[in-house]
């Protein structure tokens, strides 16, 4: 640690604000929100590190990024060497950036949120990333000696997009095959462009592009290739197909029109660009009172398209309460800033149309919270007679995502769990010799540097397997 | 990019195309689709694959130009490309290996029953067809047809084969034949008729659904269709269901979800399109 600066000083310097734009101007475009710390900030606040001998950020990391490393590097001055070791630790930074939940994480455990405002990791990472991003001729390319194996990639979304960066690295020759037309999985089809720009995205596959991976669009593995071929063809494979079936609530007049799930809402929307239609050919309902239901990120990305998009009211319909909301906090408070209405406690019980089969209402329970289930979460119960029915005309479905057979499907000695979701070790390895899995696929619906961490360890895993096999 | 191999008119809005897709060529199975995207901002839509040729690598296509993404690849030509060509997507046909099976076919879904019928008769199956159009020139695939079985011809109008609708054809064969399976292909309307039709008779019948879809994989849920109380995903559940038990109904109603989109579509191409000949005609 440099001498530069003392402990009392850095102790002096508070939170630096993340600048963001303003609530009423973005709640009607597609921009990016939160407009990235401008260098000076980004110093200051880089400052506040007070370089933990045993940096506990880096246990509350999952994938135990350096972080007081990168940000002493960057305080003095080499931001290469930062961007570096941050890019050592972790694949797509610019991404976890800007979509990690920090404060549950790395944030939540610094020692300077037991007094006052943790440091902000996140708006760091972000701004280092951002950095590379544009200076990339400033960073080694390492051309590694090619080991003539061959690996397959069933994925494109962070957990194979990180997976392949790493083999590539390793000298493997990587295929990723993609069933969408456009790589990322839900970093581009789900979060929306206000969160996560869509160039970052392409930048990253680009990079991974250049280093020697190739990409091939518009294949379903299941469908164009089974897992059983690939594997006459490769040498190794890794399934990071994401958890991508939507779950439905159930209930009555759930195929009305005006009803989606959020995965449709968002693909609509990002993949496809329905919010330029006409010039994009998809269309999108565009609905005046939007009822999002669910809590977690997916719900808050929804409800704040369908606002963007114009609806005079767009709301969140949750069981529980504020405090229980999954979401990042600040999905939440920016939200708040952009006017959506929260309805909690609120359990919905049926859609409701016209003769047409519009939607023109959904009908509701009041919910109060009960006992603490197995989770720790206390448990919502139905108030008996507090049915009500809330005005909207669009009903967004976003309370979760369950593991896709159609790829397992055509691998029965694939073991999978009860869920239907890939059984692998905690280095990725399945029941298949030679398989790997990773991300979504055998979390269920987690998170983006959950997928990460599970496509580098697999990496790792897959190159000693690649090394015991003969040439 | 999957370029078009070849090009034919069917039918006054229905269009051949042999579509480059190598893969797809060799490994497709009666009853698959392709999701079909044709350019960066096109939509993604789905196409039953029509027929292949594993030599050459040609899908071929059998595309009813009904609005602005249908018109744009009806109006491509041999040497241009799609995009995008996903496939082969959704479950192949439920087959018998012997007896009698009645294909019936109505419009652009006359193209769709021909790869069924193919297979049907590559089993050993028993093929007839009842295929229909409004008039003469809306006929189409009577001569592949006929290569796998009987074909009855019906036109709305009477100017070819026998006058009135396929369900009347239909419902002479099954008062007369033994039949085991029936497939049926075309308008919901058809659809629905043909299966309260082999309802009175007890025959099981296959019909082949077209909700709008965007991924094919499962992803969206956008495809999903009733089957009594169940939900299904088209696109990867199907897109084959017995005709017994699909509500038609909604089925029907959830295609209208964009009718006002699709209509604003077209008349901006339209508008697009007056534009630049204008422009042309000015240079
Ligand atoms: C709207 C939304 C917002 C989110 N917000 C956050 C957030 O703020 N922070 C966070 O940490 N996490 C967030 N998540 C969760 C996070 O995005 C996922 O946990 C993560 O993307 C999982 O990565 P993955 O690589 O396992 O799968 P995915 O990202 O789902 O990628 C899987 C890819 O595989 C492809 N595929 C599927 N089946 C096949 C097949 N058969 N053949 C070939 N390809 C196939 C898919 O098309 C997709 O591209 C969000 C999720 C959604 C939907
Ligand atoms: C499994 C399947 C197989 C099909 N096979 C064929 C085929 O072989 N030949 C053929 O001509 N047509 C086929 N269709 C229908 C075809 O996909 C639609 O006609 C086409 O998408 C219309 O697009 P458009 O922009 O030209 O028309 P639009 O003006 O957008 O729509 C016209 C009508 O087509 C339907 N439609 C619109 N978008 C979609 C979509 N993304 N997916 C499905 N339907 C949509 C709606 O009912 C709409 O009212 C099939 C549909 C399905 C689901
Ligand atoms: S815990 Fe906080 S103060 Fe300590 S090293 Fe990590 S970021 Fe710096
Ligand atoms: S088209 Fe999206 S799930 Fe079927």
């Not at chain 1, 310097?13 to 009423?24: C, F, K, N, S, Y």
């Not at chain 1, 269920?444 to 003969?470: E, H, N, P, S």
């Not at chain 2, 070849?6 to 689709?33: E, M, W, Y």
């Not at chain 2, 002479?172 to 399976?181: A, H, S």
Request: charged fraction near 25%; proline fraction near 5%; charge should be neutral.
């Amino acid at each position: 640690m440099s001498a530069r600066i003392s402990t009392k000083q850095r102790m002096q310097i508070t939170r630096q604000a993340m600048p963001e734009q303003d609530a009423a101007a973005r709640a009607a475009n597609f921009l990016e929100v939160n407009l990235g710390l401008p260098e000076r900030l980004a110093l200051l606040e880089a400052d506040r590190c007070l370089q933990c001998k045993d940096p506990r950020c880096m246990e509350g990391c999952p994938v135990g990024v350096n972080i007081p490393k990168f940000l002493d590097l960057l305080t003095a001055g080499k931001i290469a060497e930062a961007a570096q070791s941050l890019l050592c630790d972790n694949a797509l930074p610019a991404v976890t950036g800007r979509v990690c939940p920090q404060e549950t994480q790395c944030e939540a455990v610094c020692v300077r949120a037991a007094r006052g405002l943790p440091v902000g990791v996140g708006y760091l990472e972000r701004y280092v990333a951002d950095w590379a991003r544009e200076h990339r001729d400033q960073l080694p390319q390492i051309k590694p000696q090619p080991t003539g194996k061959k690996v397959a990639i069933v994925g494109s979304g962070p957990a194979g997009l990180t997976a392949a960066g790493e083999l590539a690295k390793l000298g493997h020759d990587v295929t990723i095959y993609e069933a969408l037309h456009k790589a990322g999985g839900v970093l581009v089809y789900g979060i929306p462009e206000f969160r996560l720009p869509k160039k970052i995205v392409a930048q990253e596959v680009e990079r991974l592009q250049e280093a020697g991976v190739k990409i091939e669009c518009n294949v379903v593995i299941g469908r164009t290739y089974t897992i059983p071929e690939l594997q006459k063809n490769f040498d190794a494979i890794f399934i990071a197909n994401g958890a991508g079936l939507p779950v439905f609530m159930n209930v009555p007049g759930e195929n009305f029109k005006g009803v989606y799930s959020a995965n449709e809402y968002l693909t609509r929307i990002n993949l496809m660009a329905a919010y330029d239609f006409p010039r994009s050919d998809t269309p999108v309902l565009q609905g005046q009172r939007v009822a999002v239901v669910g809590g977690g990120n997916v719900a808050m990305d929804a409800v704040r398209t369908a606002k963007r998009l114009g609806a005079k009211e767009a709301m969140i319909v949750y069981r529980r309460t504020h405090d229980e909301l999954p979401a990042r906090a600040e999905e939440v408070h920016h939200a708040e800033q952009e006017g959506i209405r929260f309805e909690f406690l609120t359990a919905p019980i049926e859609v409701i149309g016209n003769d047409k089969r519009w939607v023109t209402g959904m009908k509701c329970q009041k919910m109060k919270l009960g006992e603490a289930d197995s989770s720790g979460r206390r448990r919502p119960e139905v108030i008996p007679g507090s049915e009500f029915v809330l005005d909207c005309d669009t009903v967004v479905v976003a309370i979760g995502t369950k593991s896709n057979p159609l790829l397992t499907a055509t691998c029965p000695e694939l073991k999978l769990n009860k869920w239907g979701n890939i059984v692998a070790d905690e280095n990725g390895a399945t029941s298949l010799p030679g398989v790997f899995a990773g991300g979504d696929i055998v979390r269920g619906a987690a998170t983006v540097i959950l997928a990460m961490g599970d496509g580098k360890k697999a990496a790792q895993a897959m190159d000693k397997y690649l090394a015991t096999r003969a040439k | 990019m999957h370029r078009i191999l070849a090009k034919q008119t069917l039918s006054p809005n229905v269009t051949r195309l042999d579509v480059h897709a190598p893969r797809i060529a060799q490994i497709r199975q009666a009853g698959q689709f392709v999701i079909v995207h044709l350019a960066e901002n096109s939509e993604r839509i789905p196409l039953t694959i029509a027929d292949s040729n594993p030599e050459t690598g040609a899908v071929t296509l059998v595309i009813q130009a009904v609005g602005k993404s249908t018109n744009e690849l009806v109006a491509l030509n041999v040497g241009d490309s799609i995009r995008d060509v996903a496939g082969p997507l959704g479950h192949p046909t439920e087959m018998i290996s012997s007896g009698h099976a009645l294909c019936i076919g109505g419009g652009v879904g006359t193209a769709v029953v021909h790869p069924i019928a193919q297979s049907l008769q590559k089993n050993g199956v028993r093929v007839t067809s009842v295929i229909g159009g409004r008039s003469k020139e809306w006929v189409i695939f009577e001569n592949e047809l006929k290569r796998y079985g009987n074909v009855v011809v019906c036109t709305d109008d009477g100017s070819y084969g026998r006058k009135g609708f396929v369900t009347d054809a239909a419902k002479e064969i099954l008062t007369n034949e033994k039949v085991d399976i029936v497939y049926a292909v075309g308008p919901v309307p058809m659809m629905r008729a043909v299966a309260n039709l082999t309802r009175g008779f007890g025959v099981h019948t296959i019909v082949s659904l077209n909700p709008v879809m965007i991924d094919g994989t499962g992803m969206c849920g956008g495809c999903r269709v009733s089957l009594g109380n169940e939900t299904k995903f088209a696109c990867v559940d199907g897109p084959e269901f017995d005709g017994h038990k699909v509500n038609f109904d909604e089925l029907q109603d959830r295609l209208g979800t964009y009718r006002e989109f699709e209509q604003k579509s077209l008349a901006c191409a339209a508008e697009n399109c007056r534009l630049e000949k204008q422009l042309s005609q000015k240079s």
